[in-house]
C-alpha cells in the first residue's frame, strides 16, 4: 500500500520552509521501516521508488511548480526512471534523500534524486523523467516556465542525462515485438 500517512506527514513537515528554485537541491530524511523490506531484509527496490516520492512532492512543493500546477490545474505524471542501486539499506536505517531538478528538454523535466545512508554512503541514485499534464495531454515545459515565471531556456543538459534521453529513444515501444 502506498505511504499516504508518511507523504501526508512529509508535506506538513515542509510546507512552512522557504521556498527554493527549480535546480536547487533539497533533503528530507526518512526511515526504513519494517514494512519498507523485502525477504532479504534490506529496503525493497520498489519501495525504494515510493520514498522517492515521498522526497519528490515536497521539492515540487517548495518550488514554483506547484503553485503553477495548481492554478492551471495540470497534473504531474512519471514517464521513465533509470536507477542505480549501490549499497543496503537495512531496517530502522536513517535515510537522506536530495531532490533537485536537473534540466528539461521539449517534453518532459528531468529530476535527479540521490539516497545517503547517516554514515555517509550513498545508497543510491535515480533520474526521472516526467511531464506535466493537462486534459490534452503533455504540456511543454516552456509553457510550464512561463507559469512559473522562470526562463524558458534549460540548464545545459548534462551530457549522462543526454545519453539517457538518446538511449530511451532507441527502446522499441511497444515493447517485446519480436
Given amino acids: 500500500m502506498y505511504p499516504f ?8 513537515r515542509e510546507r512552512k520552509k522557504p521556498a527554493i528554485g527549480i535546480t536547487d537541491t533539497m533533503e528530507t530524511t526518512h526511515i526504513c521501516w519494517p514494512w519498507d523490506i523485502d525477504i532479504w531484509m534490506e529496503l525493497n527496490n520498489g519501495r525504494s521508488l515510493s520514498i522517492y516520492d515521498l522526497a519528490r512532492i515536497p521539492l515540487a ?31 530502522f536505517d536513517k535515510i537522506t534523500i536530495r531532490s533537485r531538478g536537473v534540466c528539461w ?39 510550464v516556465c512561463e507559469a512559473m515565471g522562470i526562463p524558458t531556456q534549460s540548464p545545459p543538459i548534462p551530457d549522462w542525462v543526454n545519453a539517457w534521453i538518446e538511449a530511451e529513444a532507441q527502446r522499441p515501444w511497444p515493447p517485446m515485438q519480436d
Fill in 5 to 12: 500517512i508518511r507523504l501526508a506527514y512529509g508535506i506538513l
Fill in 61 to 91: 512543493m517548495r518550488t514554483p511548480l506547484w503553485k503553477a500546477l495548481r492554478e492551471q490545474g495540470w497534473l504531474m505524471t512519471m514517464a521513465g526512471v533509470s536507477v542505480r542501486w549501490r549499497r543496503r539499506v537495512r531496517m
Fill in 105 to 143: 528538454d521539449d517534453k518532459f523535466l528531468y529530476i535527479e534524486q540521490t539516497m545517503w545512508k547517516s554514515d555517509g554512503e550513498c545508497a543510491s541514485h535515480v533520474l526521472y523523467r516526467t511531464a506535466v499534464t493537462d486534459k490534452n495531454g503533455i504540456v511543454r515545459p516552456d509553457r
